[in-house]
């Protein structure tokens, strides 16, 4: 059952003090079970009984991806320890290690968007197969909404963690350095803008806007 949601439930119907974790502080007793809940989500548990039974219907909107949303700006306030991540418009700025305990954070992330993304990781000093497939995740889900997913500055030891699981021709890489200094031999104008001393370039109008 790889369902954590399913496994919540099955784990609720046998072991009676999960069950009333659950039902007294659900968000504390699911992450029990790997599900980060977002702070901005409520979550509500009904007990069915002998003779009532509680169906659950979705919003009339659910499943249906909010295309009008806007890039977000700031930190990510639920990551994980160990993976710090930032939001700077279409930039999704990556610090620290992805492996089976942040990669669902990062997967989340980019599930999240409706726009290209640039995810930077040149301060990520591992991914691990979970991470890898947060990766492809969030890369199908962009390309299934119009969207693209470009990584930034890959560091050489991820680098070769991509080509050792023949995954660098799937993603498109970009080293800024590098495209700016071609940008600025063919005297056009860079499509880069800096944020100050210290801080990473922003990639901007890269590609066409989402549909």
């Not at 050792?164 to 104008?189: P, T």
Request: charged letters at 25%.
């Amino acid at each position: 059952m790889n369902n954590p949601l399913a496994k919540a439930i099955m784990r609720a119907c046998s072991e009676p003090e999960y069950r009333a974790r659950l039902i007294n502080n659900p968000r504390k007793a699911l992450e029990e079970e790997g599900i980060q809940v977002p702070e901005d989500v409520n979550v509500v548990i009904h007990e069915s009984s002998e003779d009532v039974l509680r169906v659950v219907l979705p919003c009339m909107t659910a499943g249906l991806p909010d295309k009008s949303k806007e890039p977000f700006f700031g930190a990510v306030k639920d990551a994980p320890a160990g993976l710090g991540m930032e939001w700077r418009e279409n930039l999704l700025v990556a610090e620290g290690r992805i492996d089976s305990t942040t990669a669902p954070a990062l997967k989340r992330e980019l599930l999240r968007a409706f726009w290209d993304v640039d995810l930077d990781l040149s301060h990520i000093t591992f991914l691990s197969s979970a991470g890898l497939s947060a990766l492809l995740a969030g890369q199908k889900h962009l390309q299934e909404n119009d969207c693209k997913l470009r990584l930034l500055d890959v560091p050489e030891v991820i680098n070769n963690v991509l080509e050792i699981a023949g995954f660098s021709e799937i993603f498109e890489m970009v080293d800024r350095s590098a495209l700016e200094s071609m940008s600025y031999l063919a005297g056009s104008e860079a499509p880069f803008l800096s944020a100050g001393p210290g801080t990473p370039f922003l990639v901007t109008g890269w590609g066409p806007p989402c549909s």
